[in-house]
């Protein structure tokens, strides 16, 4: 059972095509116009919803900023590779599909599909195994997007670099020690970015895959970005160089 909590996320999810819960569970007092909205939604797409003790919601989503509302239904629904690639925003030029390797924590996982939505992006492909899934908390920090965005999971990812690469791809891979500036390269053509797990990076595997090395130019003493952030820089870098 999937629980999603949080304003936008209850409200993306109502309004996809099918709706992704079976209840909405809302804390006995909670009110204002977002509820309204929701039980609005809710009534439309014929999900029943239930009001309940607000030790109960705490009980289910536990140190979570659950705004006294929770959605539970089916768990999330993954889409292919080859659906990510279908995916192209109608003003990009090109391709633009974002790969993760080993991203564990799911708030980093839900802000890097934030930002990917926002940005034009295809979708997203995670790691089956030792990586974070769209969970509650993913879904949170997406704001929403992950009920927009497609997002693939896949058992083996150097086997999906290759398949993109077939399909004509060029792969690049964040690294913060090895990389070019970002800056120095022009993206022509169809893009799979490829951004590593928090403190390890892309696997040595991984990165004898990608096609190029890239990296976002530091100039404090902290030399790390939040994969989320340093996702958004170099996003902005790439549709900067297409015309965007």
Not at 1 to 29: C, D, H, W
Not at 75 to 82: F, K, L, M, P, R
Not at 234 to 241: C, M, V
Request: proline share 4%.
């Amino acid at each position: 059972m999937q629980l999603t909590y949080g304003i936008n996320p209850l409200i993306e999810g109502l309004l996809s095509q099918p709706p992704v819960f079976e209840k909405v569970l809302i804390a006995r007092g909670r009110g204002g116009e977002d509820l309204r909205k929701i039980l609005a939604l809710a009534e439309r797409a014929g999900i029943p919803v239930e009001y309940v003790g607000r030790e109960a919601i705490e009980k289910l989503a536990p140190k979570s900023v659950h705004q006294g509302i929770l959605g539970m239904g089916r768990d999330h629904d993954y889409a292919t590779v080859e659906e990510v690639v279908a995916n192209r925003h109608q003003e990009n030029r090109h391709d633009l599909v974002i790969i993760l390797d080993g991203v564990a924590d799911p708030r980093n996982l839900g802000s890097v599909i934030r930002t990917a939505h926002c940005l034009g992006a295809n979708g997203v492909v995670i790691p089956e195994n030792r990586a974070a899934s769209i969970t509650a908390a993913a879904a949170k920090a997406s704001a929403g997007a992950s009920e927009l965005l497609p997002v693939a999971k896949v058992v083996n990812l150097v086997r999906t670099i290759a398949y993109l690469k077939e399909t004509g791809f060029w792969i690049y891979g964040a690294d913060a020690e090895a990389g070019d500036e970002i800056s120095s390269l022009d993206y022509d053509g169809n893009v799979a970015l490829v951004m590593g797990s928090e403190g390890r990076g892309i696997r040595p595997l991984i990165r004898r895959n990608c096609d190029f090395l890239i990296s976002v130019p530091m100039r404090g003493r902290v030399t790390s970005l939040n994969v989320s952030v340093a996702t958004g820089v170099i996003l902005f870098e790439i549709l900067r160089k297409w015309g965007h």
